[in-house]
């Protein structure tokens, strides 16, 4: 039997999704990226930019410009694991512990 794996990239990539997103789908594309969920990344940004001023938020608007949008065709977040199937595994037989009393 051979196991042929999908076609992948052969690097992870950065890229803005186009079904989940709140604003521009810079948080949810650093979150794909970075395998945390995009609220924890919209917190970050936004405990951030209350830490140092607004200065943080800057960085927002450049992330929407620089980052490529994710083609329509890619799949849905959050990507399924795709495992080779495996080979099962001989059991062995346990022994069965003796019940007391002895049955008659």
Do not use: C, N
Not at 12 to 37: C, E, H, N, W
Not at 60 to 70: A, K, R, S, V
Request: charge should be neutral.
């Amino acid at each position: 039997m051979t196991y042929t794996a999908p076609p992948q990239p052969p690097y992870k990539q950065l890229r803005r999704p186009v079904t989940d997103r709140m604003i521009a789908g810079v948080a949810s594309g650093l979150g794909r990226y970075f395998a945390v969920d995009p609220t924890l990344v919209r917190v970050v940004f936004a405990v951030a930019g209350l830490l140092t001023g607004g200065l943080a938020l800057l960085a927002y608007p450049i992330m929407w410009f620089l980052m490529p949008e994710e083609p329509a065709d890619a799949p849905a977040w959050p990507h399924p694991a795709q495992a080779p199937p495996t080979v099962a595994q001989p059991t062995v037989a346990q022994p069965v512990p003796p019940t007391y009393p002895p049955a008659a």
